[in-house]
């Protein structure tokens, strides 16, 4: 197939699993795998495209990101909102520049890993959902700054391919006592420097990849495609969440990580 329908397959895999607690970045690598894209160029794509799921998250609370933003000089709940994302985001910027060569040269390009974290997330996203202790904290813009700080911890797990972003910190906020749709709703708002610094870092560390050739317009593609589908899956992830909780993804990510060690083991 020509690299543009890859870009695409790629994007729409982004956009359906960055906010459902499946790894989004898993996913993407067990399908480059399985597509047979060896060019480190892919890796740099699967992290970079990202950025096109996280403007769907801008896009669809920007009222209330924008109000949060010309408030902060005079309402304080601003200012709290504004600290509280700042503050479960300096866990990944400091062990992020630690270990981003490690992780993208090393775990990227292991799909066992992927597998084996997907299924391990998948009994314990089953286990929380049924076990979390009784939720005190409803509004994810009201959280307390060690909470906030907690779920950042919880964050860093997602540097490893496999370990949903998302999940990592909904499981850290639902320990924590967050309701679920709120730890939901806070993990979007933290995606959104998260992502933001990743796409930078990676710009920054592979600019001369990205000027080769078409690499640039497969980049635009997967990343349109990624938000399109994203601002999608936003709306249909909370309405599940709402009625069912995160048991279905629980048991899906079991089976992805199931099928993908199978496909493996007989490759």
Wanted: glycine fraction near 8%; aromatic fraction near 10%; hydrophobic fraction near 60%.
């Amino acid at each position: 197939m020509p690299d543009w329908v890859y870009a695409v397959i790629l994007g729409v895999i982004e956009g359906l699993t960055e906010f459902i607690p499946v790894s989004s970045t898993g996913m993407m690598l067990l399908a480059k795998h399985g597509m047979g894209l060896t060019d480190p160029f892919w890796n740099t794509f699967a992290v970079m495209i990202q950025l096109g799921a996280i403007l769907a998250v801008v896009v669809l609370y920007f009222g209330k990101l924008w109000r949060a933003v010309i408030t902060l000089p005079s309402d304080p709940a601003s200012r709290h909102f504004a600290l509280t994302v700042i503050v479960a985001f300096i866990p990944s910027i400091v062990l992020g520049l630690l270990l981003h060569d490690f992780i993208k040269g090393v775990l990227f390009d292991s799909p066992t890993v992927q597998c084996i974290s997907l299924i391990i997330g998948g009994v314990v996203l089953l286990l929380i959902d049924r076990r979390a202790p009784a939720p005190v904290h409803r509004e994810p813009d009201q959280l307390p700054l060690k909470t906030a700080f907690i779920i950042g911890l919880f964050q860093v797990l997602a540097m490893i391919p496999g370990v949903s972003r998302s999940g990592a910190t909904i499981v850290g906020g639902m320990l924590n006592k967050v309701e679920k749709r709120a730890a939901a709703e806070f993990t979007f708002f933290l995606a959104i420097p998260t992502m933001l610094g990743a796409f930078v870092l990676d710009a920054v560390e592979s600019r001369d990849q990205l000027m080769a050739g078409e690499n640039l317009s497969l980049l635009a593609i997967g990343f349109v495609t990624a938000f399109v589908v994203a601002v999608v899956v936003i709306k249909l992830m909370l309405a599940i969440v709402t009625r069912r909780g995160f048991a279905p993804f629980g048991w899906l990510r079991i089976a992805i990580g199931a099928v993908g060690l199978a496909a493996l083991q007989f490759a």
